[in-house]
């Protein structure tokens, strides 16, 4: 089991920048599939951006509208997971999660608590 805890949330005007962390515990980090989701209001949670246990490009997925924006990244020795948010617009305002999962294993079952981030135009 691992337990995941962001931070790294605020205020930036549209057109900003932000990094968001999410830390591990409980577990060897090296075992999971990282991934930070986002909820805004009156929406479902949808996938950001996802990394494998080695970062290379092929190990790494985005939504469409984060491409080039957006760069996820681990330091498997600080069992770490960033997510590197730049060009930020206003529709990018949500709570946003970070998430684990056993490599080969389907679904995201360990969940940070989440953190505000808000692009004002």
């Known amino acids: 089991q691992v337990q995941l805890v962001e931070s790294g949330g605020g205020l930036v005007q549209a057109g900003g920048s932000l990094r968001l962390s999410c830390t591990a515990s409980g577990s060897l980090f090296i075992q999971y599939d990282l991934a930070w989701f986002r909820q805004a209001p009156g929406n479902q949670r949808e996938l950001v951006a996802a990394v494998q246990p080695i970062v290379r490009a092929s190990t790494t997925d985005y939504a469409d509208s984060v491409k080039g924006r957006f760069t996820i990244s681990r330091d498997n020795t600080r069992n770490t997971v960033y997510l590197q948010m730049n060009s930020l617009k206003p529709e990018d305002t949500a709570v946003y999660f970070c998430?684990?999962?056993?490599?080969?294993?389907?679904?995201?079952?360990?969940w940070g608590q989440g953190t505000q981030v808000t692009v004002s135009s």
């Open positions: 998430a684990a999962k056993t490599v080969g294993t389907r679904s995201y079952v360990y």
